[in-house]
């Protein structure tokens, strides 16, 4: 079990580039990536996205690249010939209109076929495996930090639901009380309407009444269908990997069927405990919402 939130990051050195990747996630209904890459760098950003997916399923992933690369001794992208003829050229033209400018090394660098693009784009070439296993490096950092969390949120997962198991415990004892108690509140008030001398109520009437009240109120289908929603949020925990989307399913089953247990109740001690019980179901799924 992960939780979506987490950091990681990862750094590669060598001669030539050193390469930072540092990696964020927060929870997010699906999975979304941002990638902040170097400008030479900045048309892969789909490319680290399919890197992301492979490992996450879930969540908001900041994903930021920071590359420094020194000259390559065995690579010269510039065109020294083209370099010098502008040179010369500026040169001239400054001595015949009496323009004193110095000629820098920078302003010539930018002018048109100087920094030739094919050695730019072979240098993302060459760069660009270097950056996705560092990539990777840093979403195993991240990956690791899930589960961390994951693990964390285990203990206060499980409180829950030991809260929650309690509560049914109390329920599945109350339920078969409640007919009894209705039918001695009926016999109760039935004696205090009819007074003395008037004919008392049938028995079959009496027990028809109790037989639909007793039905109406019936909730033990739904006990036994929560504690299965019970046992199967206890699986998701202990096992298993992209559980959040289940849990959050068996958590919506799980409140459906306190509702309709509160709307059976009749009883004020059953309706104590299903508003508790779904107090609880609401604490889980706050606590879900962080979970991969």
Known sequence: MRSMTGHGQARSRDAVDAIEVEVRSVNHRYLKVHARLPEMHAFREADIEEVVREGVKRGAVDVDVRLTSRPD????PVDQDLLAQYHRSLKAAGKK???GTEVTLDALLTLPGVVRRDAQRGGTDRVWPKVVKTVKSALADLDAARKREGDRLKKPLRAILKAIAGLMDEVREIAPTVPPAYRDRLKERLGRLLGAGEPPIAAADLGRELAVFADRCDISEEIA????????FEKLI??????GRRMDFTT????REANTMGSKANDARLTQRIVSMKAEIEKLKEQIQNIE
């Open 252 to 255: 919506q089953e799980m409140l």
């Open 225 to 232: 269908r929560q504690e299965s929603h019970l046992a199967e």
């Open 97 to 99: 209109l009496g323009i």
């Open 238 to 243: 202990a096992g298993g990997e992209d559980v």
């Open 73 to 76: 001794p065995k690579e010269n």
